[in-house]
């Protein structure tokens, strides 16, 4: 399985980051398959059920909407860490693809992780 993520998508996140800084978010994102081979994550889903404050952005998986092409989870860091946090592994659960975005929210200022914290690859769509 090949993922990939639109430009705009990581475009609107870095935006959306900036915007907060420095409070943190979190959201989710959904994604559609391309063929057999590849996901191709398009949308960012923001919740109810976010609690963000200086340090912290988790959900309460209570109210995760159970959309069946979410496939993972975006959240930022106000500082130049992309590391996973044990919380953010929490936050990750089973999901195959969980972004972090760091300070200071530039082009290439994000990792993705697999479930277990593992960095994943990612293609970036440019069109
Ligand atoms: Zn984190």
Redesign the pocket.
Known sequence: MEWSIDKEVIQYIMDFSKEYYPR?FAALLRAKKVGDEERRIYEVIFTPGLISGKSS?IFNPLHIPHYFDVVGTV?S?PSSSAE??S??LY?FSSNPVNI?VFYPFCDDCWKVYDYRGEEVEIKVNLE
């Open positions: 943190e952005a959240h860091h996973p946090s919380k953010d936050l972090i």
